[in-house]
């Protein structure tokens, strides 16, 4: 049997039926390189869960409960604690594999800055959003925070997805220098349509350029605090 990214992703987040979770089993036994991409898409499901889980464990903000009391509908909010981590592990949010997440990230090649902009770094407008939102924020230019890290440098680096595109930025004393782009993934036919998602990409190349766990809530704010100067 040829196992597909989308089919192993499925696998790893038990969502296969029986005969085809067997037979994807059977895969991995027989070829070690499939073990081996099934161990690395674990370690990152790890990574993610470590980062997201605390944020999808906090309480409802209060600029969320107003709407909600004015309506004239009751809405119980536990239900929406509940639907919003459902969400989450829906098949389309999760991780595809290695080589298709892969291809939908490019290295940087970028050709001059612009209003003072060195070349090959942020703008203005994104370096505002990198530089003050945390993961899970969205800044008033629609940029959303997906993680932050160190790699092997110790350079502070973080993954973001913007209306234009998402990557991966590190900081250093010129700014933030892009490491990575990634494009808007292509429509899936499948169930597991978003499986090669610019935010898994993201993830997926985070995960290899990250020289430990990725920042939770306290160290993402010391961060910030500091300045995101390299540290070890």
Same mark, same amino acid.
């Given at each position: ?22 037979? @994807? ?54 239900? @929406? ?152």
């Amino acid at each position: 049997m040829t196992v597909s990214p989308e089919q192993l992703a499925a696998y790893a987040d038990g969502e296969l039926d029986e005969i085809t979770a067997a037979h @994807v089993r059977r895969a991995i036994e027989d070829d070690p390189a499939l073990a081996q991409e099934l161990a690395k898409l674990s370690e990152l499901r790890s990574m993610l869960a470590a980062r997201f889980d605390p944020i999808l464990a906090e309480p409802v903000p209060e600029r969320l409960h107003q709407p909600i009391k004015s309506a004239a509908k009751v809405v119980n909010l536990a239900d @929406v604690r509940s639907a919003r981590q459902q969400l989450w592990q829906r098949p389309q949010f999760r991780l595809g594999a290695g080589a298709a997440i892969a291809a939908s990230l490019v290295v940087a090649v970028l050709v001059g800055g612009r209003g003072g902009t060195p070349q090959g770094y942020a703008d203005r407008q994104l370096a505002a959003a990198l530089d003050t939102s945390l993961s899970g924020e969205t800044a008033p230019d629609g940029t959303r925070m997906l993680l932050s890290f160190r790699d092997s440098t110790g350079a502070a680096c973080r993954g973001y997805a913007a209306a234009a595109n998402s990557g991966i930025a590190c900081h250093d004393d010129h700014g933030w220098k892009l490491k990575a782009l990634g494009a808007a993934g292509k429509q899936q036919t499948t169930q597991y349509q978003q499986a090669g998602s610019p935010d898994a990409a993201i993830m997926a190349a985070a995960q290899d350029m990250a020289a430990g766990p990725a920042f939770d809530t306290a160290a993402e704010a010391a961060a910030r605090k500091a300045g995101w100067r390299t540290g070890k």
